[in-house]
């Protein structure tokens, strides 16, 4: 746990699996990631009709650029997770694998379903925002 993010939970609301709030040391840089999608390194979306897979495969690519910037998982401040569907099932499904990966790093985060993504069969996207350390200070 990177101790310049502080994770916010509030015992005046409802007990649940994410923060409520981050807030993140003046001295750190943030890094605003595109929306990471399941897609192979062929630019194509396996794991057809399956939301489980599909979250995996957007967090395996999420941590994929986040090594590319000297961050990982732990380095997230916020994400927004973005599921086609209209049954809230799935959505719980995509969030499920999501949180798995992340384990005890629980950023706040929003979850909505939504009617279509950019690629074809895709299910599943998450936006985050991470913060990392200013190596310039």
């Known amino acids: 746990m990177n101790k310049k993010i502080a994770l916010i939970h509030s015992a005046n609301l409802a007990s649940v699996d994410y923060a409520y709030a981050s807030q993140v040391s003046s001295d750190m840089d943030l890094l605003f990631l595109a929306g990471a999608c399941p897609i192979n390194k062929d630019g194509e979306v396996p794991h057809l009709g399956d939301y489980e897979l599909q979250a995996k495969l957007c967090v395996?690519?999420?941590k994929e650029v986040l090594k590319e910037c000297g961050a990982s998982l732990e380095n997230i401040v916020y994400t927004r997770v973005l599921v086609v569907s209209q049954n809230r099932s799935d959505l719980v499904t995509a969030w499920r694998a999501i949180r798995t990966a992340f384990g005890e790093h629980n950023v706040p985060s929003?979850?909505?379903?939504?009617?279509?993504?950019?690629?074809?069969?895709?299910?599943?996207e998450i936006e985050a925002v991470?913060?990392?350390e200013n190596l310039t200070k």
């Open 60 to 62: 395996e690519n999420l």
């Open 110 to 124: 929003t979850l909505s379903g939504v009617t279509v993504l950019g690629y074809t069969n895709q299910l599943v």
């Open 130 to 132: 991470a913060a990392i």
